[in-house]
């Protein structure tokens, strides 16, 4: 690689991610893991229900407070989604699972604060499990619909909230093409497993795209209420948001 070529990428990873960057790096050097301890708190969470789910006797146990299946009444499903955030997959690594969370959910607590992160993860994992119902009654036969036998999986795990909140961070610090590239691989992912999770996922995806526009109706093209992002911002720990 030429010098030139060198130039050209730093001045891209500097407009890409600094600002991001320098934020976080930012917190974590003055307020240390107190910046992210609602982050760490979600991890030790994690780590514990995949440590009792796979006890002999602590399967059933948080299959009742966290296992959410399509099957189910909407009242029950609804109760137990919270906690199905913090349930790892089954299927998957937890190790995945506990990365996420805490790169991702660190990241967001820093940048966005507290307040925001859990209110775009809890939107993000709820729209997934309410897609579910739907794309069940839509039916295989639409690219948009799941078979019938989606009813019985359980859903459970981080990946919805993740996607939601690495795709908003990066749109508020105006790291577009890293959101554009999480966005792309979740569409990839549908169309390589057109499965319930990847489903979700582009679900997620719906739904924060609408909180980004609500967001930014709510500041205005000029960012008029950026005053309050600041307030905000401050309120909840987190440094002021990137007009």
Known sequence: MNGGARRGLRRFARREWGPLFTTVADALRTRRLRAIWLTLSAVALTSLF???QNQSWGFRPIQIIGSVKAQYPLWLSLLRTPFSLFVPALDLPVWGALAQVLLVFGVA???IGRGRMLLIAYAATLAGTLYARVGIHIGPDSVFGLPASAAAMVDTGPSAAVVALAVYVCWRYRAYLTAAVVAGSMAVEVVVKNNLAG?????ALITVAVICWLTWVRRGPRGGDGD????????SGAPPIQS
């Open 50 to 52: 995949q440590t009792v």
């Open 109 to 111: 607590e820093i940048c």
């Open 199 to 203: 489903k979700e996922h582009i679900a």
């Open 228 to 235: 309050q992002d600041r307030r905000a911002g401050s309120l």
